[in-house]
């Protein structure tokens, strides 16, 4: 079935570092990919997506590129907020309706 | 902008008992979704509904559990007797076209806290 791995974390970086976060999947066919953020208290807010190979989605200075040929959208960001501090999810949507989520990535950004 | 909005923010029950989370989609969507995230966990598919029926659930999603659009704007969930287990933030989420390629739209969740 379909599947999304992502590094673990916690991740802690500096402000205004460069900040990667894996996120390798599995899947027949050519899923959609999406990168979800979850805020201290709140819900998942979708952040970016790719709907097919070689698209790059983009939000907030957030990027992720569809890369088939390396099944991976990995998320980047070329200087992170302290307010970027959250957890971030890499996810699926293949066949039909369901959203399959990677494990999540908690990110702390230091002042 | 429109937003998917969920009641209530917290809800405590007794093992054993009945729950009903609410939500309220994104008015012109079609599709309606639940998920759930135990505390550390993932964040699991639990059902998507469109046109007045499931189309698609996942091996939680077992008889204790429901759905109901009950009119033109609420969509629900009912646990008929709660589990200790199923102490977790619930997700509700909408999306507006078919099953291809669109983007799902999360509400802000329910803790539901089973003692």
């Known amino acids: 079935g379909n599947s999304v791995t992502q590094m673990e974390g916690p991740v802690t970086l500096s402000e205004e570092a460069f900040l990667t976060i894996n996120c390798t999947y599995t899947?027949?066919?050519?899923?959609?990919l999406f990168w979800y953020v979850q805020y201290p208290g709140e819900g998942l807010q979708l952040l970016l997506k790719a709907t097919k190979a070689d698209d790059k989605g983009s939000n907030k200075g957030f990027e992720a590129t569809y890369r088939k040929e390396t099944t991976s959208f990995h998320l980047e960001k070329g200087s992170v907020q302290v307010s970027d501090s959250a957890v971030y999810f890499c996810a699926l949507k293949g066949k039909g309706n369901k959203l399959v989520f990677g494990a999540g990535t908690i990110l702390r950004v230091k002042s | 902008e429109p937003e998917v909005t969920q009641t209530p923010s917290h809800q405590v029950t007794q093992m054993g008992q009945e729950v009903i989370l609410r939500c309220v989609p994104i008015?012109?969507?079609?599709?309606f979704y639940w998920y759930r995230q135990i505390l550390g966990q993932k964040v699991e598919f639990l059902v998507s509904f469109y046109n007045n029926e499931i189309s698609e659930k996942s091996e939680i999603f077992d008889d204790q559990f429901s759905v109901e659009r009950p009119d033109g704007s609420n969509f629900t969930l009912k646990i008929r007797s709660t589990k200790l287990e199923d102490s977790a933030m619930y997700f509700c989420?909408?999306?507006?076209?078919?099953?291809?390629?669109?983007?799902?739209?999360f509400g802000p969740g329910t803790r539901l806290t089973v003692l």
């Open positions: 899947a027949t066919g050519y899923p959609s």
């Open positions: 008015s012109n969507h079609l599709y």
């Open positions: 989420a909408s999306s507006g076209q078919g099953p291809w390629g669109d983007t799902q739209y």
